[in-house]
């Protein structure tokens, strides 16, 4: 073979060499990064069963989230979904339920529900771990009394800051974490989407148990702590639910802040709402 072809030969062997070479170390290309979805679950206190059936929608379509936010009863039920209970799960808890193993009355300048069997409750149920030890990202919003800040609970005693969540002003009694009292987050933050915005959330799915106050309403003490919740839901909560990526609203007109013997038709009307919900949220998940 004569030099020239020879050389030639070489070259293009080398040529072909380095291709090789070149296509072996270049990285696969990056995948995106999959979008962080929160719950944000807000505040009606009995009307909180409807987040049950909400989840379980969800699960049953393999929606999970990442993270969890609750304001009052939604830091309830979304406490014990972050700490890996399922939906099915929380049902039956829910369903299972007696009031008066989450409600010690007391007499006292704060309020007339001290509101300590509910934190002991919370505490038992998550095994007594932490915030941060719960199996996901937790936010539990409750309202500084001193100043009216909102505040987000991601670390310490769960069943505190849920505690401190739901303690509705002068029906429960503040609660003092730190040297500092703190009330009903609804005061200030009825659906915590900015909450699951500021963790980290790309997608917000909310949930929002708020109903319009009632011209009737107020005639009792029932009645009243009924009017006072619908009242702090209403404007604070549409500003805020503008920041939510899908809003899901359960009918839980009929039932009342206080009426527990209802739960489980609260539950079926998030059920419901979730299942109109799934075509708006499968669309941003996309």
């Known amino acids: 073979m ?17 291709a090789l070479a070149a296509c072996a170390s270049t990285p ?28 379980k929608v969800l699960e049953s379509h393999g929606i999970r989230p990442d993270i969890i936010t609750g304001t009052s009863a939604g830091a309830v039920v979304g406490s014990l979904y972050a700490a890996g209970y399922s939906g099915i799960q929380l049902q039956n808890m829910a369903l299972a339920l007696d009031p008066a ?4 009355l007391v007499l006292g300048d704060g309020g007339f529900v001290k509101g300590e069997k509910l934190e002991r409750y919370i505490n038992q149920q998550v095994r007594n771990l932490p915030i941060e030890k719960l199996t996901r990202p937790f936010g539990a919003v409750a309202t500084d009394l ?35 009292k703190y009330v009903d987050g609804g005061l200030v933050s009825p659906v915590p989407v900015n909450a699951a915005r500021e963790m980290g959330a790309d997608i917000v799915i909310a949930v929002d148990i708020s109903t319009k106050p009632n011209a009737k309403g107020g005639g009792s003490v029932l009645g009243a702590l009924d009017q006072t919740l619908n009242i702090m839901g209403q404007k604070l909560g549409q500003a805020e639910l503008q920041h939510a990526t899908v809003v899901i609203r359960p009918d839980i007109s009929r039932i009342g802040s206080t009426d527990f013997a209802q739960k489980n038709q609260a539950i079926l009307e998030g059920e419901k709402a979730a299942q109109a919900a799934l075509p708006a949220i499968q669309r941003a998940l996309k």
């Open 2 to 18: 004569k030099p020239a072809c020879v050389a030639r030969r070489r070259l293009l062997l080398g040529a072909l060499t380095l």
């Open 101 to 104: 193993s989450i409600s010690d």
């Open 28 to 55: 696969p290309p990056a995948q995106p990064a999959r979008p962080k979805v929160a719950l944000a679950l807000g505040g009606g206190a009995a009307k909180g069963f409807a987040h049950v059936g909400v989840i």
């Open 146 to 180: 001193a100043n009216g800040n909102r505040v987000v609970f991601r670390r310490g005693n769960t069943g505190q800051a849920v505690r401190a969540s739901a303690a509705v002003p002068a029906v429960f009694e503040p609660v003092l974490i730190q040297g500092r």
